[in-house]
């Protein structure tokens, strides 16, 4: 009946996500520094409840977000660090529910994201914790 996994400086790989996904109930999954990739986040394809997903380091690149497509419920992404290319943001924009996703230290300039808010004008959206000067969806926080 676990709800929320957090743990950080995290050992877990992509294996430990084969047992992670026996959490049925589990809604979010927070793991900024384990060493997940795409591998892992498919392990997690077709997680019922699912909701937030928070996970950091190299491996989340293009693969691993295409793979966030594949969680049914999934609405609030926060990676950090991931090295992604125009092709990973695509991706992003393609999570079906995704209503709000944090992106920090990313290597992309910061007009790498404008089709995104093109696309997704409604999706909460910040890079570095902030919102870009041109989101459709800027708000004062």
Known sequence: NLLQLKLRESPLTDVSMIEINKLQ??????????????????????????????LGGPGINDDAVEAMQLLPELRYVHIIGPRLTEKGVQALALIPKLQSLYVDDCDLPEEAWD???????????HLDQQHLDRDPGKHPH
């Not at 927070?30 to 498919?42: C, E, M, Q, R, Y």
């Not at 089709?115 to 959206?125: C, G, T, V, W």
């Open 115 to 125: 089709e995104l808010l093109k696309q997704r004008p409604d999706i909460h959206f």
């Open 25 to 54: 109930a589990l809604m979010f999954l927070n793991l900024p520094h384990a060493d997940i990739t795409a591998v892992g986040i498919k392990a997690l394809a077709q997680h019922p409840n699912l909701q937030q997903l928070r």
